[in-house]
């Protein structure tokens, strides 16, 4: 068998980053893939998707790395370290690690104690061993955090590193005074609003930032509560000014705010270097939207409500576009005035201005203009991969009879088993139609020879009758997944089948 060396591995592993379930099981191999792979999963320990209150394995890694002294000192206070008397590490873990999860390390500091007072003297002493011990520091989350850890004597030359930053508004300004003093190198800012009365600290801290290339900010629903007589909201313009010193530089914008502050209108146009914009466009009239144009811009994110400031961005910017996405939220076609008329100038202007489409998301009313619309979009763009379809009657205020039902999905299969693009490898669907068994088997049949994967919100394919003949599909090799999730999952393009 050909035998690839360390460096071949370790290239192969890196492109397996994300994948932790098969990062794991190369640990097993031997002791070559073992030494390689090490590395990588220990770059960042905390991001896995495991309960890290069962899992005592790193805490006592981490612990291991203290001092005699300092062991002692936190026994005498009654945690407990949990140390593999004699048995020496493996490897220098903590070398490897170029990440920080205050919330992650705050849940294996549980394990040493239950008492507030102790898991934070434990975090304390591990937060000073990381700084020794990491040879650079390239991401901290730091939401929630409760310690001044920029004041560690070798905390300069870690946070200068800095290239990834998530935080909330939560934390006192004078953290992010510290933070703006070392960290002026930031990549990627992301900041969730927990606490909208004092936006000075994280405002100097975007100011100072010379190489931001991705910003995000997203209002979190409890801030609602603060909304009530006698509490003043801080606004955003400070953001969006500090935000704005930034505009030839950064390419990836995702702002989700709650309120509206009319800032916005004035900066964002000057974001000329966007390859992704994630935003709402609430209260920005048709000759604002215009006025933001983004000739790099590939991927769109917007609410599912907005169909008629989408179009108008497709229209300016859509040559690039291979991301048009929707928020995923539970749609109600009665929040979208025009429905009709805006979904059908959405789907026309896709196929107009989006050659290169690759991920798709469409809200649409299941008549005949809006299905020849679709069928131009299936055949003009060739290199879709997946394609969200929620489809939504909006011509009745009766209730639909199955019949109805049955047919708007027999005209929806029908069409996209004769026009859609044969790379097309993902579908989801949703709204008000259904496929009989009939339909969906004879959709099925005309896509052998591929694999697909099927998201649904219609729990009726979980059906016995059903389950047969997509388990009958999967075992033919043209069905790789067939599952139902919520519609909120679904819209949510990020999850992947």
Request: charged share 25%.
């Amino acid at each position: 068998m050909f035998k690839l060396n360390k460096d071949i591995l370790f290239l192969i592993f890196e492109e397996l980053q994300d994948d932790s379930k098969s990062l794991f099981s190369f640990l097993m191999v031997n002791r070559l893939w073992c030494e390689t792979v090490i590395p990588i999963l220990w770059r960042n320990p905390w991001c896995y998707d495991i309960d890290y209150s069962n899992k005592n394995y790193l805490f006592i890694i981490v612990a291991s790395y203290l001092s005699n002294n300092i062991k002692e000192s936190l026994t005498r206070q009654g945690i407990q370290l949990l140390s593999v008397e004699y048995q020496p590490l493996l490897f220098d873990y903590l070398s490897f690690c170029r990440s920080i999860n205050v919330n992650t390390l705050n849940t294996i500091s549980s394990i040493g104690s239950s008492l507030a007072y102790n898991q934070f003297l434990l975090q304390q002493e591990f937060y000073g061993l990381f700084m020794k011990k990491f040879s650079e520091l390239k991401y901290l989350d730091m939401r929630s955090i409760r310690h001044q850890i920029f004041y560690f004597p070798e905390a300069k030359f870690r946070f200068e590193s800095l290239c990834e930053l998530k935080c909330d508004t939560s934390v006192d300004s004078s953290y992010f005074y510290g933070l703006a003093h070392l960290c002026q190198y930031i990549q990627r800012l992301v900041i969730v609003n927990t606490d909208p009365s004092d936006y000075y600290g994280v405002s100097k801290l975007i100011e100072v930032q010379k190489n931001l290339k991705y910003f995000g900010w997203k209002d979190v629903h409890s801030i609602y509560r603060l909304y009530q007589p006698g509490y003043i909201i801080e606004s955003y313009k400070q953001i969006l000014l500090a935000l704005e010193k930034s505009a030839n530089i950064i390419n990836h914008l995702n702002l989700n705010f709650m309120s509206i502050d009319r800032t916005l209108q004035r900066v964002l146009p000057k974001f000329h270097k966007l390859k992704t914009l994630a935003y709402n466009f609430n209260n920005f009239s048709e000759e604002q939207i215009k006025m933001c144009v983004y000739r790099d811009l590939e991927i769109l994110k917007i609410d599912h409500y907005a169909l008629k400031a989408a179009s108008i961005m497709i229209e300016n910017n859509g040559g690039c576009l291979k991301k048009i996405l929707l928020e995923p939220y539970d749609f109600d076609k009665h929040e979208v005035v025009n429905f009709n008329e805006d979904s059908l100038i959405f789907i026309r202007n896709i196929h107009k201005n989006c050659p290169s489409i690759e991920y798709l998301c469409l809200i649409f009313s299941p008549s005949n203009e809006h299905f020849a619309e679709l069928e131009k979009l299936l055949k003009n763009c060739q290199n879709l991969k997946s394609l969200l379809l929620a489809m939504f009657d909006y011509t009745y205020y009766k209730e639909l009879t199955h019949e109805e039902i049955l047919e708007y999905g027999e005209n929806l299969l029908r069409i996209l088993f004769s026009s859609a693009p044969t790379n097309i490898k993902e579908f989801r669907f949703c709204g008000d139609f259904e496929f009989s068994l009939e339909v969906l088997e004879k959709f099925l049949e005309t896509w052998e020879g591929c694999t697909l994967s099927i998201l649904t919100s219609n729990y009726t394919y979980e059906g016995e009758d059903y389950k047969k003949l997509i388990n009958k599909y999967k075992y033919n090799g043209v069905i790789k997944e067939f599952r139902y999730e919520t519609y909120k999952n679904m819209v949510n393009m990020d999850i992947k089948i």
